[in-house]
């Protein structure tokens, strides 16, 4: 982990859940000071630009909700010159939740895919939190935040996965149809 400042300035309010629960865990995250802004719709200010000592780290996080990307091209590059040793890292991701029992997280629910009308499940629990109703409880909050954005929430998963299975049928989904998984051959031919 590096020692340089970090500010990260993140869209909104699940970005920011989202970098609190990282800070609670210091080996997952720089530590630094967290702003909401949305840096994809708003250009930085020039009194926020100048707040930037040399040398710090600036990580913009948002989502993949939108293709209208020239305020964030144009935050970049005056990053970029305001601040010439400022690093930008841009985060793109979807959202999810997160389950922590003494600041360690034990499970995750993420937007694996998104596409136009659709959002796909992804969970991950810890293998000691297991059989204990984390990923259900994390699923359902995925759906709700799905449904309330419009969108219709779905789960793929691998056939010989059969927690998952479990899990999204106990969250109401039904088996629609398989899907065919098609793996590159690992000896490049």
């Not at 690093?87 to 029992?101: H, K, M, P, R």
């Not at 759906?143 to 969108?151: A, D, N, P, Q």
Request: aromatic fraction near 6%; include cysteine; charge should be negative.
């Amino acid at each position: 982990m590096e020692n340089k400042k970090c500010f990260y300035l993140v869209e909104g309010e699940c970005e920011e859940k989202l970098l609190k629960a990282l800070k609670a865990q210091p080996a997952l995250i720089n530590p630094g000071t967290v702003k909401k802004f949305n840096a994809v719709q708003n250009e930085i200010p020039a009194s926020r630009l100048m707040s930037f000592d040399p040398g710090s780290r600036v990580v913009l996080v948002f989502d993949t909700d939108t293709d209208v990307t020239e305020h964030l091209k144009r935050n970049i590059e005056m990053l970029e010159k305001v601040c010439s040793k400022v690093e930008v890292l841009t985060v793109a991701q979807g959202f999810g939740n997160i389950a922590l029992d003494q600041g360690q997280v034990c499970a995750v629910s993420f937007s694996a895919a998104v596409s136009s009308d659709e959002i796909d499940i992804g969970v991950e629990t810890h293998e000691d939190y297991r059989g204990k109703g984390l990923a259900a409880v994390l699923s359902d909050r995925m759906c709700e935040h799905i449904l309330e954005v419009g969108k219709k929430p779905v789960w793929a998963h691998s056939s010989s996965n059969l927690g998952s299975m479990k899990t999204a049928l106990k969250c109401g989904f039904v088996q629609d149809k398989i899907n065919t998984v098609i793996r590159k051959n690992d000896s490049g031919g």
